[in-house]
């Protein structure tokens, strides 16, 4: 693999080279990116139409992952900064025409915004919990006053982070692949899908369980419109376009993309999902697993082939 080359703006570093070659680093970093911004999206959004005790693994219980998942994310991408002490260039300035720009801020802004709202529910998941710091409890109840405020800054910078994920590759004109507008709403829904799965998984709720594999086959069925108008736009451009596409079409990604992500990763515990809505009991674990294990796989492969794909050959 060669080195990428990140141009995040006049006023902001140029990434080559804090950012070293894509390992394993960057995938697991938009995969949690994903996960933490389809957790606190749904979160958010059944708090605010009431259903907080009805849905309660997806208010309140999976929630208090998620700055452990952040936390994780930004830790891996921390590890792939070659310069290592620079990170702080990153919030030195803001440039509306940079994705690097509002990623940065993003996350500034979501992770203390998922340790609040953790803290607005914790009481609720561990009922004797308390904080031995007396003024923490009470910062804790002041905002529980706040919650539905909480709740609406998180809608938005859930979507701006799961977008954000997927525009970070999409940014790089240099990389046929990746240039296309469908990477932003296809790792936003992805990562809706990975969040409702962890969300099931923690779920004892019956009813609350259907409700979310409805979701997450709602959300499935959109990712596969999206990627196949992804591959639709790629096949309709340039040459180097039909190569990157053809990467997946016959060439080296062929199999374990269509088997492991479309196949096992979407269509398979879609299937799942649909047969238990029917009445046949299949273990929870199964499909959730196969969903977070697909979204994951399909970072890899983004992230691997772009580095394949160019516009030199």
């Known amino acids: 693999?060669?080195?990428?080359?990140?141009?995040s703006g006049r006023n902001l570093p140029h990434i080559d080279p804090y950012l070293s070659i894509w390992g394993w680093e960057?995938?697991?970093?938009?995969?949690?990116?994903?996960?933490?911004?389809?957790?606190?999206?749904?979160?958010?959004?059944?708090?605010?139409?009431?259903?907080?005790?009805?849905?309660?693994?997806?208010?309140?219980?999976?929630?208090?992952?998620?700055?452990?998942?952040?936390?994780?994310g930004l830790f891996a991408l921390f590890l792939d900064l070659e310069y290592k002490l620079h990170v702080f260039r990153f919030y030195t300035a803001f440039r509306l025409e940079s994705p690097m720009s509002w990623g940065s801020w993003t996350l500034a802004a979501i992770f203390p915004l998922s340790v609040i709202w953790s803290l607005?529910?914790?009481?609720?998941?561990?009922?004797?919990?308390?904080?031995?710091?007396?003024?923490?409890?009470?910062?804790?109840?002041?905002?529980?006053?706040?919650?539905?405020v909480v709740a609406w800054l998180l809608i938005v910078f859930s979507i701006?982070?799961?977008?954000?994920?997927?525009?970070?590759?999409?940014?790089?004109?240099?990389?046929?692949?990746?240039?296309?507008?469908?990477?932003?709403?296809?790792f936003l829904v992805s990562g809706l899908s990975t969040g409702v799965a962890l969300s099931i998984l923690f779920s004892r709720n019956e009813h609350e369980k259907k409700l979310l594999s409805k979701i997450d086959i709602l959300a499935i069925g959109i990712e596969l419109f999206l990627i196949t108008h992804m591959f639709m736009?790629?096949?309709?451009?340039?040459?180097?376009?039909?190569?990157?596409?053809?990467?997946?079409?016959?060439?080296?990604?062929?199999?374990?993309?269509?088997i492991f992500?479309?196949?096992?990763?979407?269509?398979?515990?879609?299937?799942l999902k649909l047969i238990e809505l029917r009445g046949i009991k299949i273990p929870v674990i199964i499909p959730s697993f196969l969903v977070l294990a697909g979204g994951l796989i399909l970072r890899f492969i983004i992230v691997d082939a772009g580095q394949v794909s160019s516009w030199i050959k």
């Open 1 to 7: 693999m060669e080195e990428v080359v990140i141009t």
């Open 26 to 72: 960057i995938p697991v970093y938009l995969f949690l990116g994903g996960l933490v911004a389809g957790i606190l999206f749904i979160s958010a959004l059944f708090y605010l139409q009431g259903k907080s005790n009805e849905m309660k693994s997806a208010v309140k219980i999976t929630p208090l992952l998620t700055p452990v998942f952040l936390g994780a």
């Open 120 to 148: 607005i529910h914790i009481d609720s998941v561990f009922p004797n919990f308390r904080f031995p710091l007396v003024f923490v409890n009470k910062l804790i109840s002041v905002f529980k006053n706040y919650a539905k």
């Open 160 to 186: 701006l982070l799961g977008i954000y994920t997927g525009i970070l590759l999409s940014a790089f004109n240099a990389r046929p692949l990746w240039n296309t507008a469908i990477l932003g709403p296809l």
């Open 233 to 258: 736009g790629l096949l309709a451009s340039t040459q180097v376009h039909i190569d990157a596409a053809n990467l997946f079409l016959g060439g080296q990604y062929t199999a374990v993309f269509w």
């Open 261 to 271: 992500v479309v196949g096992l990763g979407l269509l398979f515990p879609a299937m």
